[in-house]
């Protein structure tokens, strides 16, 4: 009896009048299609023109050939989804409203508006692209987002907004132009990953967002890569920042994380930033031709540093601090590219201990002018007393266990491209209106 009961539940549950329904292009076809569908139904769209806004309150997929434009007109968000299993795919987007405040967008996925899928879309010409805004279980996969060039990029929406969305999956989309890549806030369990981003102010951008991922992802070009914020039990793996100007990652507030196996190129300030972040591992990156390698404050402890290298960077470390620091786990240290080191057993472990940083480094940092004085005999007798008596060292970083050779992490031909298209670009002085170190403009 129990069983039968349940085959009937799920009987009702199932639409029985689900149906293909093809939409022509015209003033109010797509609202009126919307209206008369039933549950289940999938209402292919001709190509043509389609006018918004338009509210999908069940279940239904929208899908088009990508010649299919739907076009919100400046008026809010394009299409508002409001019921759950709502599929997006193959249509181009266009046109929302500019109030930043409303989050207007192409998408608006609402709270109790679950397992939304927007796929392969095109979305252009919006202030947001996509703004999962309570809605679990999302996926936002393989779209292009194009969005508007404000002269004032903070005035600019997002590609990708997430709040209190548990469970979204952000992947293969192409961002560019903008504000952030994505923005995600007070959510959780999301996995962001083998996306790319282009033009923009971040890349990735965590505010409070616990135990997710965000792997394979590719930033080129932006003010920031990956900014990790307040926010705990993140994995960052395997991404790539080449050429953002001010960190290709950076961890503000951010504990129990687990950074591995990315590579930050060609930054002009820092390629690693550490702020008050506590108990993360970093391991197995290699952080290659930037202003400062790392930026460590003195307010983050317990952190791990191994298997990670730093390459022909103007400044390896810069951390201002007394504490004596360890920065190797279990005999692996750091590959230094300034190190001038032998291994004379061959253990690939070099024999001679690694500082980064002596007492002159310290005084140049809290006092600039001090670099004119940089070559005078007195410094270099300061600097040659440390080296030969290392216990007038002051506090600082130590690897005891320094590599003899670095990570090596490949980068596509046609990444490889793109990175060469942007090189340079922030010697020209094109920081629109961007303070990153003003937390107020995240």
């Not at 181009?92 to 608006?108: L, P, R």
């Not at 008050?276 to 197995?284: P, Q, R, S, V, Y």
């Not at 202003?291 to 404050?297: L, V």
């Given at each position: 009896m129990f069983a039968r009961l349940i085959t009937l539940l799920v009987l009702l549950s199932t639409p029985i009048s689900a149906a293909d329904v093809h939409v022509q292009p015209g003033k109010g076809t797509l609202a009126a299609a919307i209206a008369g569908a039933a549950p289940g139904d999938v209402l292919i769209l001709s190509?043509?023109?389609?006018?918004?806004?338009?509210?999908?309150?069940?279940?239904?997929?929208?899908?088009?050939d990508g010649t299919a434009t739907i076009d919100g007109q400046g008026q809010g968000t394009v299409i508002t989804v409001t019921g759950d299993d709502v599929v997006l795919t193959g249509?181009?987007?266009?046109?929302?409203?500019?109030?930043?405040?409303?989050?207007?967008?192409?998408?608006?996925i609402v709270k109790g508006a679950d397992r939304t899928r927007v796929e392969g879309n095109l979305l252009t010409d919006n202030m947001h692209g996509v703004d999962v805004h309570g809605g679990l279980d999302a996926r936002v996969v393989d779209n292009v987002i194009e969005g508007r060039k404000n002269p004032r990029m903070n005035e600019r929406g997002n590609g990708i907004y997430v709040w209190n969305s548990p469970g979204t999956v952000i992947e293969g989309n192409d961002v560019r132009w903008g504000r952030d890549g994505i923005f995600s806030n007070a959510s959780k369990k999301g996995t962001y990953k083998n996306n790319l981003f282009r033009d923009l102010r971040f890349a990735v951008h965590y505010m409070y967002t616990h135990d997710s991922e965000i792997s394979g992802n590719i930033s080129i070009g932006n003010h920031l890569g990956f900014a990790i914020m307040f926010s705990d039990r993140v994995v960052v793996k395997d991404n790539l920042s080449l050429g953002?100007?001010?960190?290709?990652?950076?961890?503000?507030?951010?504990?129990?994380?687990?950074?591995?196996?990315?590579?930050?190129?060609?930054?002009?300030?820092?390629?690693?930033?550490?702020?008050?972040?506590?108990?993360?591992?970093?391991?197995?990156?290699?952080?290659?031709?930037?202003?400062?390698?790392?930026?460590?404050?003195?307010?983050?402890?317990?952190?791990?540093?191994?298997?990670?290298?730093?390459?022909?960077?103007?400044?390896?470390?810069?951390?201002?601090?007394?504490?004596?620091?360890?920065?190797?786990?279990?005999?692996r240290g750091n590959y230094w590219s300034d190190h001038p080191a032998f291994d004379l057993n061959g253990d690939g472990i070099a024999d001679g201990v690694y500082r980064p940083n002596d007492l002159m480094d310290h005084i140049l940092w809290s006092q600039p002018a001090a670099k004119l004085l940089t070559g005078s005999p007195a410094v270099q007798l300061v600097r040659w007393s440390q080296s030969s008596f290392p216990a007038i060292l002051p506090g600082g970083v130590t690897d005891s266990h320094p590599l003899m050779q670095p990570i090596t992490i490949p980068v596509r031909a046609d990444v490889a491209a793109m990175e060469a298209a942007v090189a340079g670009r922030w010697s020209k002085g094109n920081y629109d209106d961007l303070d990153i170190d003003d937390l107020g403009t995240h």
């Open positions: 190509g043509g023109a389609y006018l918004g806004p338009v509210t999908i309150d069940r279940t239904l997929t929208l899908q088009g249509l181009h987007i266009t046109g929302s409203g500019g109030v930043n405040a409303d989050i207007d967008s192409a998408v608006k953002d100007r001010e960190h290709g990652l950076m961890l503000n507030f951010a504990n129990n994380a687990d950074v591995a196996g990315n590579l930050v190129r060609g930054g002009t300030k820092k390629c690693l930033f550490i702020y008050n972040a506590h108990k993360n591992l970093i391991a197995n990156n290699r952080f290659e031709g930037c202003g400062i390698g790392i930026h460590f404050t003195a307010g983050s402890e317990r952190n791990m540093l191994t298997g990670n290298a730093f390459i022909a960077n103007q400044e390896q470390v810069k951390y201002v601090g007394t504490r004596f620091m360890e920065w190797s786990f279990e005999g």
